[in-house]
């Protein structure tokens, strides 16, 4: 991949809120034809798919299937204190 590489995100890049947890639904692109998908909390606790996906609608789905089966607690990590 070059390094010059800009990924382009998706605008099915989303913010998703269950009880009093909200976390970004980030879909990006590869730079290699596939789509890149990233959950991020409040506190920027990051949960990255290793495997990209064919399209943005699929990676979609699949980040709002792994929040609905496993809870939106799962991709919370801890906050950090300044």
Known sequence: MDDSYEPKESPLSRSYREGEHTVQIDIYEDGDGGWLLEIVDEGDNST?????????????EEALDALRD?????????????
Do not use: R
């Not at 990255?48 to 979609?60: I, K, M, V």
């Not at 496993?70 to 300044?82: N, Q, R, S, T």
């Open 48 to 60: 990255l798919w290793e495997d990209s996906f064919a399209t943005e609608e699929e990676a979609l």
């Open 70 to 82: 496993e809870g939106v607690e799962a991709f919370v990590g801890p906050v950090e204190e300044d």
